[in-house]
């Protein structure tokens, strides 16, 4: 009964979507398991590009049952924008199965983030304003309303009017402004009808699967270092992307899990506020030379908001911690082609601190933020990795800093990215 974890390594934006999209040919269910609208899978096919937000990237193959899992919060406008788009594109959605337990989002979650971001002036976490944080805080109170209660209209209709209601002396008593209820009521009640077709028991029906043989993908949002228990806190998300919140965010058991995918870019970035080792950036904190390189080759611009992201090198010591928490099996080693043309490559190999060497991963984010990073040099390959079809096919030089990465983090670099398409990527056994 074989089921993959696709995990983000990093600060999330590590190319996630290009290595789904590879590995769902050979699956029957791709489950997303946590996280929002907050982030982007971006796919790229021959001249057409995919940006998916809500829908699991493997909805692009006809065979795909694509599922949004429990541990998902889901925005309905959001989701209804993406699938039509797919639509009108010749994507299918029909096969889109919505779990009855993921909760829904609701102009009150971004009210509330709106108004919570707007109080912490230069402390700034950097949300995406979408409304996830409060989304997964009112799961937590345990007055958050799911996608399974759409199948009663009327007592979704009813529990909408009393939550909108609750919201809006909340958000008053805070300093904000009361939103329209009964247009809000009047326009979930219009989105129910629309979803309810898509909601189901994806539990059972993925335990179904198994049984049946089937093979399973279950795909993070986000990343590691962005969990909410094991990220730079507080400038994380508010869920677990981890490999272990892929059981509670599909209703998959452990000893279900046969084969988790790291995905770490051959760079680092990261979006929003908090401690980077490696970032590439001058004393007026904005790129140094090589950053604006990363971001201009790399196109590092967010999939969902446009925001430009920070940039810096490959960070080992990131990648050694992420290997234990993940328990991964094998790494996939995207955007190795951004660094192309440049003289030499930097790789982070330890941390030094007050003078000392750092054993792991810093637990807390305040010391993360004193580390100095330990560099090994490599030289560049200044030729293109494009074509590229095996392993021995990639410059001396670009093979070197693939072995680099698995001799320090101690499991094998499967896949490595050489290029924007579906396609470009090498395959090693």
Same mark, same amino acid.
Request: net charge negative; aromatic share 6%.
């Given at each position: ?9 990093? /600060? ?9 999209? &590879? ?29 998916l937000q809500l829908v699991p990237s493997g909805v692009l ?10 541990? +998902? ?34 102009? /009150? ?61 909340? &958000? ?53 270092? %962005? ?32 084969? +988790?995918?790291?995905i770490a870019k051959a760079y680092t970035t990261r979006v ?40 810096? /090198? ?13 328990? %991964? ?9 951004? &660094? ?33 990073? +330990? ?5 560049? /390959? ?18 070197? %800093? ?28």
């Amino acid at each position: 009964m074989p089921v993959t974890v696709v995990v983000g390594t990093q /600060w999330g934006d590590e190319g996630k979507a290009k290595v789904i999209d &590879l590995l769902s040919r050979d699956h029957s269910h791709v489950v997303r398991y946590q996280g929002g609208h907050n982030a982007g899978h971006t796919v790229v096919v021959g001249d057409e590009k995919y940006a998916l937000q809500l829908v699991p990237s493997g909805v692009l193959y006809g065979h795909v049952t694509p599922v949004i899992g429990n541990g +998902v919060v889901v925005d309905l406008p959001t989701l209804f924008r993406e699938v039509e788009t797919l639509e009108s594109r010749g994507v299918s959605c029909a096969r889109l199965r919505v779990s009855s337990r993921a909760h829904l989002i609701f102009p /009150w979650h971004q009210a509330h983030d709106a108004l919570a971001e707007g109080k912490r002036g230069a402390d700034k976490i950097g949300t995406t304003l979408k409304g996830i944080g409060p989304a997964y805080a009112d799961k937590a109170r345990r007055v958050g309303i799911r996608a399974g209660e759409v199948l009663d209209a009327a007592v979704f209709a009813d529990t909408v009017r009393r939550r909108a209601n609750e919201e809006n002396a909340t &958000l008053v008593a805070l300093g904000g402004t009361a939103l329209d209820v009964e247009a809000i009521v009047a326009q979930f009640t219009d989105l129910a009808h629309r979803i309810a077709p898509y909601v189901a028991d994806t539990v059972n029906e993925l335990h179904d699967a198994l049984e049946g043989g089937a093979d399973i993908l279950l795909e993070g949002a986000q990343a590691t270092f %962005l969990d909410i228990d094991h990220g730079t806190y507080p400038y994380v998300t508010s869920s677990n992307p981890v490999a272990g919140g892929a059981c509670a965010g599909s209703g998959l058991g452990p000893r279900d899990i046969t084969r +988790v995918v790291g995905i770490a870019k051959a760079y680092t970035t990261r979006v929003g506020s908090g401690p980077f080792p490696t970032e590439l950036v001058g004393a007026d904190g904005e790129p140094d030379t090589l950053g604006q390189a990363l971001i201009d080759i790399g196109h590092e611009y967010g999939t969902v908001t446009g925001r430009r992201r920070r940039t810096g /090198w490959l960070d080992l010591v990131m990648l050694r911690h992420a290997v234990r928490v993940n328990s %991964l099996t094998e790494i996939a080693l995207t955007k190795l082609d951004v &660094l192309d043309t440049f003289d030499e490559v930097k790789v982070c190999t330890d941390y030094r601190l007050e003078g000392g060497m750092l054993r792991g991963y810093p637990d807390r984010s305040e010391v993360l933020a004193q580390v100095e990073p +330990v560099y090994a040099t490599l030289p560049g /390959w200044k030729t293109s990795l494009r074509g590229a079809s095996a392993f021995s096919d990639l410059p001396p030089n670009a093979r070197q %800093l693939v072995e680099l990465v698995e001799k320090n983090v101690g499991v094998p670099v499967t896949m490595v990215g050489t290029g924007p398409e579906r396609d470009d990527c090498v395959v090693r056994g």
